[in-house]
């Protein structure tokens, strides 16, 4: 049976100030950091075959501090835009009370939870699927039909586009999907790459 094990990013200087990321580099706080090595002291025990994550930098720091408290920093790793998170345009950078203020609580909301309207200048959740499933499909998902032990390090917005597929989610039903950062959550694959179990570590 295939395991794959999903890592959202520890916390990072912007999640910590209430900031919209996106797409910009921003390292993870010393709790970001502390997120990252608690992760991997909950997956020992897994021997992993490889690794997916984005190309931003707190994606990345998350997976080498997870893979070097389990011993495993010598590892296929595969970085990769397609895995990076939600763009979010011309809120990238403005804290999210502020941008409540200037665009009105409803216009905000609408912005972040609908499935299907982007940002000003950025990306819906559609969008964000519209690279990451076909990335997970063609290029993740044929090592989990070896059997292979696979851990995704990656961002709140991509993962939920990600376990939207696997659980077979509706659009109403992603939504409500919050994904804690630094909690690995693993799901356990059939033959076939079908979800027949999952839970949080």
Not at 131 to 151: A, C, D, S
Not at 158 to 181: C, D, F, G, K, Y
């Amino acid at each position: 049976m295939a395991r794959l094990v999903l890592l959202r990013h520890g916390e990072s200087q912007w999640n910590l100030e209430n900031r919209f990321t996106g797409w910009v580099d921003v390292p993870l706080t010393p709790r970001g950091v502390q997120e990252a090595k608690n992760a991997g002291d909950k997956l020992r025990g897994f021997k992993f075959d490889r690794a997916f994550t984005s190309v931003l930098v707190r994606a990345n720091e998350t997976l080498r501090l997870a893979l070097n408290a389990i011993g495993q920093s010598n590892i296929p790793v595969e970085k990769d835009k397609a895995l990076n998170e939600r763009m979010y345009g011309e809120l990238q950078g403005l804290n999210k009370a502020e941008t409540t203020k200037k665009y009105g609580e409803a216009q905000v909301k609408i912005w972040r939870r609908s499935y299907d309207v982007p940002p000003p200048g950025g990306e819906s959740l559609k969008d964000t699927a519209e690279r990451v499933l076909p990335y997970y499909e063609q290029t993740i998902k044929p090592h989990l039909l070896k059997g292979e032990t696979i851990l995704v390090a990656a961002h709140g917005n991509s993962l939920r586009a990600l376990i939207m597929e696997l659980e077979q989610l509706s659009r109403e039903q992603v939504l409500e999907l919050n994904i804690p950062t630094g909690a690995p959550l693993l799901y356990e694959l059939d033959g076939t790459g079908k979800v027949v179990n999952h839970r949080y570590l």
